[in-house]
């Protein structure tokens, strides 16, 4: 067992806009010094939820912690919880520098200078640029850099991709690492890009009508969901009967005309070829596809659905 603390604990968590319920009993428990990411279809709640988290709208039951404080106490952190959200809110009318020395007056005690954040999100070239005249994939670097003024212990980061180019979300991914292996600090992700969380998070969480369906290690998660296999072959027939009458693997559905997709449900994909060869069915294409955070989310949002 890890000996870490807990850096986030939501329990029983109800949101309601009048008759409309958008969040009910959810509990979330964020492990100290994780990279934490929470995943959910459009209108799923994922952002309601954070800001109350965050205490930037009421709640209509449950109890939330971060770091030890309540949402009504975190101007009492000074700054060991910071949270970035999909629309950059930095002072338009301000250059990056501005901003930057702006975070500095209002830190207690600044980590980093201005120089330095600006440096660690690649946006030094853009230091007299207001912000009003950046990209939005500026816009969210220099949020990021705002941020990171201070020692932050647990940065909020909603949509964290959006707005950036390839090299943007590689300069993100890679600070993120950085800040969690050499500071310790953690994070939640709120994201729709779930490869790129599925790079980077320890731990994930599937957020369903208002409620966590799933919250484990990422690896445990994808341990748990099925794979399969993709199969072309002139004996589609014979296949689909072989595996009607077969408990270690089915035929969930016809992918292709030319192809049979299959979940493997106790053996792996070179023991169903193996299976298939003896049974004189030839086989002229085998495609692995391997369990991702992709196909389990797909997988869970699907099952809620029925």
């Not at 101007?75 to 959200?85: P, Y």
């Not at 007056?105 to 207001?130: A, W, Y």
């Not at 004996?235 to 689909?240: A, G």
Request: proline content about 3%; some cysteine.
């Amino acid at each position: 067992m890890s000996n870490k603390g807990t850096a986030l604990s939501v329990s029983g968590l109800k949101k309601s806009y009048g008759i409309h319920e958008v969040i009910s009993n959810l509990d979330l428990q964020i492990q100290q010094e994780s990279i934490h990411g929470l995943v959910g279809l459009n209108g799923s709640g994922k952002t309601t939820s954070l800001e109350c988290m965050l205490g930037l709208q009421s709640v209509n039951g449950g109890d939330i912690s971060i770091l030890n404080y309540s949402p009504q106490q975190l101007h009492r952190a000074n700054g060991d919880i910071v949270a970035i959200f999909d629309s950059p809110s930095l002072l338009p009318n301000l250059t990056v520098r501005q901003c930057m020395q702006h975070a500095s007056l209002l830190c207690e005690t600044p980590k980093r200078s201005p120089e330095t954040v600006e440096q660690l999100l690649s946006i030094e070239r853009f230091s007299n640029f207001k912000i009003k005249h950046l990209s939005l994939g500026n816009k969210r670097r220099a949020s990021i850099a705002h941020a990171l003024i201070g020692n932050p212990k647990m940065i909020i980061l909603d949509e964290p991709f959006n707005g950036l180019d390839a090299e943007g979300v590689d300069d993100v991914l890679q600070l993120i690492k950085k800040l969690n292996k050499e500071e310790g600090t953690t994070f939640l992700l709120s994201s729709h890009q779930l490869p790129y969380l599925e790079q980077i998070c320890s731990h994930i969480a599937i957020l369903d009508k208002g409620s966590i369906a799933l919250n484990d290690k990422i690896e445990t998660l994808l341990a748990q969901s099925s794979s399969g296999v993709l199969l072309q072959t002139d004996q589609q027939e014979k296949v689909i009967e072989f595996l009607e009458n077969s408990t270690t693997a089915q035929v969930v559905t016809t992918a292709d005309p030319n192809y049979l997709q299959v979940t493997l449900t106790s053996i792996d994909s070179s023991q169903l070829n193996k299976m298939l060869v003896e049974q004189n069915i030839g086989i002229n294409e085998l495609i692995l596809n391997r369990a991702s955070l992709g196909s389990l989310f797909r997988e869970i949002t699907s099952e809620a659905a029925r």
